[in-house]
């Protein structure tokens, strides 16, 4: 039995009907962008996508001002008000301007900001010690558990009647209602970020070792963050709306704040210099709520909850 094997000119055949397939497209634009091709158009796609996150998360927030602005501008043509009473945007945003450059606002928005951060971080110190020591002890949670929820809910301005019969019209009274307005929060949110930290993470350290401070350190304080970070945001949130009504209510001599200032502008009845304030507020109340945004991204890219 004869056995017959392939001819050369087969195999050249072969060899050559392979070499003229054509290769699938993917694998052509794979082989384009390799080595160093790739590394150079990362940096130009890194770029990309990041513009494309921005215009997403601001394109929203633009929209809405300019809803806003559309309406506040329909109320003033409609004139449902006279003008000295609802001025216009462009009245509002021209002075809001002329505003600005002068020292005197500087001076103001400083001894504002300066109680602000004072009083917040008096509240922070205060409400940690307080939410620490009631998650840890029973009978101090029985106690007065109920008493800072209670102190939360309560709105901040009723504080100052007895604040001034105490510190008089002082610093010390706006303080004493900022405090009491934002400690709470703050002590709540340790207290539920303590209560959620999972028993199994707590029997881990146990075995490891850790006891007294170092169990706060390494594992319950890291472990309840967001929960603090979130009665960190709500304490500022409270601490900057009593700040505001402090300095309407509380005039202390020779300290002319944002609060003051504002409320001069309403004795004068110079309502686009008081829209003019509300604005400023408004303003510095975003831009912190910005930072603890940011603080809270971080902290879940951190722990994975978010893509990096």
Do not use: C
Not at 139 to 153: F, K, M, V, W
């Amino acid at each position: 039995m004869a056995i017959k094997y392939p001819s050369a000119r087969a195999g050249l055949e072969g060899t050559t009907a392979q070499a003229d397939v054509p290769e699938a497209p993917e694998k052509v634009a794979a082989a384009e962008v390799s080595g160093l091709d790739a590394l150079e158009l990362q940096p130009h796609r890194d770029r990309g996508r990041l513009s494309r996150r921005i215009w997403r998360s601001t394109w929203p927030k633009v929209l809405a001002i300019g809803i806003v602005l559309l309406i506040w501008q329909i109320a003033v043509w409609s004139e449902w008000k006279p003008i000295y009473v609802l001025p216009s945007p462009a009245t509002v945003f021209t002075d809001l301007g002329t505003v600005i450059t002068t020292g005197d606002f500087w001076d103001g928005v400083r001894v504002t900001m300066t109680r602000a951060f004072t009083g917040f971080l008096l509240a922070v110190a205060i409400g940690t010690i307080i939410g620490a020591l009631v998650s840890q002890f029973a009978p101090l949670r029985a106690a007065i558990g109920s008493l800072i929820t209670g102190l939360q809910t309560m709105p901040s301005i009723m504080w100052f009647p007895l604040a001034i019969l105490l510190f008089q019209l002082s610093e010390s009274a706006i303080l004493f209602v900022v405090v009491l307005g934002a400690a709470p929060s703050v002590a709540n949110g340790l207290i539920s970020g303590i209560d959620y930290v999972p028993r199994t993470w707590l029997r881990v350290g146990q075995v490891l070792g850790m006891r007294g401070f170092a169990k706060y350190r390494h594992l319950i304080l890291p472990a309840s963050l967001p929960s603090f970070i979130s009665g960190l945001k709500q304490g500022w949130a409270f601490s900057w709306r009593s700040l505001m009504a402090g300095e309407l209510l509380v005039i202390v001599p020779g300290a002319l704040s944002i609060g003051v200032r504002m409320q001069q502008a309403r004795d004068l009845s110079d309502s686009s210099l008081v829209i003019s304030y509300i604005i400023v507020v408004l303003v510095i109340g975003i831009l912190i709520d910005v930072l603890f945004n940011t603080a809270d991204n971080a902290l879940r890219k951190r722990w994975g909850l978010v893509g990096s």
